[in-house]
């Protein structure tokens, strides 16, 4: 071999290294945008799925700076090899990769492409890719509104706060409602409502829950209400447009009183509940629930608690939401109201 070949050979192998960090980065990069759509209207987006829940898929492309959400029903063909926790309408919950069934496009294919199991692609109501970050899996919402009338000088403040965590059989949420009012020549009015909330999903679509709930309200002259309730749930319907649930358990029940003469008492209760979600209906959600406290402990006495939140969604990821919550209680405290209602409108914002 003569010099000059030896030293172009000897070059060409001082490339190789780049040459093979080059080809690996390129493959990292494809095997990055495996995740395919292609629309009912024929536009295909590539790039990665990041969740499908409600009947939104979110998914991140490398030609936008921020992702896109596309409507399920909007999507003709769906394909991927990467393993989601999947959820189906009748509560099946398994880990696998999924994709169009390239024989009829109406039905995803769950599992190995010749041996996994078909199922409508409306019977999706959940998806979620299990290699997700702990930031990922966070989802959060703020909204604040204020109200003010000239007339008695009178000042209204309310906030409304969540935040959720949804792990592969589990969520754990919180949330925090807080109203105040002041008026000349009336004392300051306050009203917080705090909740956590955890669920642990079951075959069927049954589902654990554990919840803490904290009430102050200075209507029924409670300084603090904290009920800590088990139980077990069911979904009754859980599409990609409606989820209706019921739920029945055990509370623990303490009160303290702003009136320090009021003794505290604490009581058992059972609860029964239900809860309504509908989210396909344009850019509007609505989410209603009822739950009702019949003591165990006390001959009698009922505590209801109701909620009903329609919110509309704006750009950018805000939203206008009107709420409106009840508290009942048919033996309330000496000079306490039976009941205290609040109504909210806030500007707010997803995250």
């Avoid at 994709?99 to 979620?128: F, R």
């Avoid at 702990?134 to 906030?159: E, I, M, P």
């Avoid at 739950?291 to 009903?308: A, C, M, Q, W």
């Amino acid at each position: 071999m003569n010099t000059r070949l030896f030293n172009r050979l000897r070059s060409n192998f001082r490339l190789l290294p780049v040459l093979i960090i080059t080809i690996v980065l390129c493959c990292l990069k494809v095997n990055g945008q495996t995740d395919s759509l292609i629309l009912s209207n024929g536009d295909v987006i590539v790039g990665e799925i990041k969740s499908m829940n409600k009947g939104i898929l979110q998914i991140e492309t490398d030609y936008s700076s921020s992702d896109f959400k596309v409507e399920w029903d909007r999507i003709r063909e769906i394909y991927s090899n990467r393993t989601y926790l999947i959820t189906l309408s009748n509560g099946t919950r398994t880990n696998e990769s999924f994709s169009t069934d390239p024989e009829n496009p109406e039905q995803i294919i769950i599992g190995d492409p010749e041996a996994g199991v078909k199922v409508d692609i409306m019977d999706l109501v959940y998806i979620n890719p299990l290699d997700q970050t702990f930031l990922s899996r966070l989802n959060a919402a703020v909204s604040v509104g204020y109200n003010y009338t000239k007339n008695n000088n009178l000042s209204q403040f309310s906030s409304r706060i969540s935040l959720g965590y949804v792990a592969d059989f589990w969520t754990l949420s919180g949330s925090l409602d807080m109203v105040t009012s002041s008026q000349d020549d009336i004392e300051d009015i306050s009203r917080t409502d705090g909740l956590i909330s955890f669920s642990y999903f079951l075959k069927n679509d049954w589902y654990l829950i554990g919840n803490a709930d904290f009430l102050s309200n200075d209507e029924q002259k409670l300084k603090l209400r904290s009920a800590f309730s088990a139980g077990l749930g069911k979904m009754l319907v859980h599409t990609n447009q409606v989820q209706l649930g019921v739920s029945g358990g055990g509370v623990w029940n303490e009160e303290t009183y702003t009136d320090e003469t009021i003794e505290s008492r604490s009581s058992q209760e059972a609860f029964i509940g239900s809860r309504l979600d509908i989210f396909d209906i344009g850019d509007l959600d609505l989410l209603t629930s009822v739950t009702v406290y019949p003591s165990l402990s006390e001959s009698g006495r009922i505590r209801t608690d109701f909620k009903f939140d329609l919110k509309y969604d704006l750009p950018l990821d805000f939203y206008i939401q009107f709420g409106y919550t009840l508290n009942y209680d048919n033996d309330p405290v000496e000079g306490a109201s039976s009941s205290d209602f609040v109504l909210q409108t806030t500007l707010g914002w997803d995250l």
